[in-house]
Each structure stands twice: as structure tokens, then as C-alpha cells.
């Protein structure tokens, strides 16, 4: 399955980003996926202000990750995710089993 995840990272450094994509890149290695592609979105403003663990955001480092692995592998990777105190929020979402689906749909625009 392909999968795409954005992360909002609390922006204090850009380590800390580093760092969390690699961990999530390492988690769908170890689980047997594929990373597709990893993108840096830098920080921005969130669209409102979010409390999570006890302190208040209103900007967050954002990235994107793209990877094919089994359903399994995702769930641990947000398992991990949702257990890291440096994460803001996330998102995994499933764009289709198989890359040539995904880009068959992009082409077309459907």
C-alpha cells in the first residue's frame, strides 16, 4: 500500500525534524517498506492554535513523507508517532495499493 504521512514537529529546531524523519523512515525500513520520497515543508502557521502536552503552538515544522509498506508497519509507525512528545500532529493517509494506481490518477486527474 502507498501511503503519505504529514507531520507537524514543534519548531524548535530543525534537528528535532531530522530526527523524527529518520525514526519514521527507519520504522517503515525495519517493517519491510519503501520510502518513496521525503519532503521539508518548513515552518508555518498552524491553522489554530493547538495545546499538546502542556504548552500552546501557533507555528509548527511540518514535513512529508511518502512510502509503500503493509498495513501493520503503518500502524506502528503512528503508534510511535503518537507516543513522541516532540510531535505537534499527524496524519497518514492511503493513496492507493500500488504506485502505478497513484500515478495513473494523477495523470488523468481523477
Same mark, same amino acid.
Given at each position: ?15 528535532? #525534524?531530522? *530526527? ?5 523512515? /527507519?520504522? #517503515? ?28 503552538? *501557533? ?5 512529508? /513523507? ?5 498495513? *501493520? ?5 503512528? %503508534?510511535?508517532?503518537?507516543? %513522541? ?14 504506485? *502505478?494506481?497513484?500515478?495513473?490518477? %494523477?495523470?488523468?486527474?481523477?
Amino acid at each position: 500500500m502507498l501511503y503519505e504521512l504529514i507531520a507537524c514537529v514543534r519548531p524548535n529546531s530543525l534537528g528535532e #525534524v531530522r *530526527e523524527i524523519a529518520k525514526t519514521c523512515g /527507519m520504522a #517503515v525500513l525495519n517493517g519491510g517498506g519503501v520510502v518513496r520520497s521525503l519532503k521539508n515543508w518548513n515552518q508555518q502557521l498552524l491553522p489554530r492554535r493547538v495545546r499538546k502536552h502542556q504548552t500552546y503552538y *501557533e507555528r509548527g515544522h511540518y514535513f512529508l /513523507m511518502r512510502f509503500d509498506s503493509n498495513p *501493520e508497519t503503518q500502524k506502528g509507525l503512528r %503508534d510511535v508517532l503518537g507516543l %513522541d512528545p516532540r510531535m505537534i500532529k499527524f496524519s497518514v493517509v492511503r493513496l492507493g495499493s500500488k504506485l *502505478e494506481e497513484v500515478a495513473r490518477e %494523477d495523470k488523468t486527474g481523477v
